[in-house]
């Protein structure tokens, strides 16, 4: 399994970026995935998640701002990013958990990651 971030960048607050996450040689039907961000100095969080059936889950930091998404044809997993705030600003992880359609937002128990992309917000 090889998972691929693109679409991060800098922007100001209350701009959006929307974030992929382009999967390969993954051919679970059922399974678990979510991107993570981590700023400096700070534990890796989890941000959204969604399973095989489109269940998706959020933190509350992001709720009503984030929407996460895929488009199975495409092996593509995404997030969409509307009113960003400085407090965003991280480094951006997709992570797989291919035995679950639990969705978990504890970064330690997702089997594959990317190897992430940055964004930066500037007040």
């Known amino acids: 399994v090889q998972l691929v971030e693109s679409g991060g960048g800098s922007v100001q607050a209350g701009g959006s970026l929307r974030l992929s996450c382009e999967a390969s040689?993954?051919?679970?039907?059922?399974?678990?995935m979510g991107w993570f961000r981590q700023a400096p100095g700070k534990e890796r969080e989890g941000v959204a998640t969604?399973?095989?059936?489109?269940?998706?889950s959020y933190a509350d930091s992001v709720k009503g701002r984030f929407t996460i998404s895929q488009d199975n044809a495409k092996n593509t997993l995404y997030l969409q990013m509307n009113s960003l705030k400085p407090e965003d600003t991280a480094m951006y992880y997709c992570?797989?958990?291919?035995?679950?359609?639990?969705?978990?937002?504890?970064?330690?128990?997702?089997?594959?990651w990317g190897q992430g992309t940055q964004v930066t917000v500037s007040s």
């Open positions: 969604i399973n095989s059936d489109g269940g998706t």
């Open positions: 992570a797989a958990d291919p035995y679950t359609m639990i969705c978990s937002s504890r970064y330690d128990l997702y089997n594959y």
């Open positions: 040689r993954f051919t679970y039907s059922r399974y678990c």
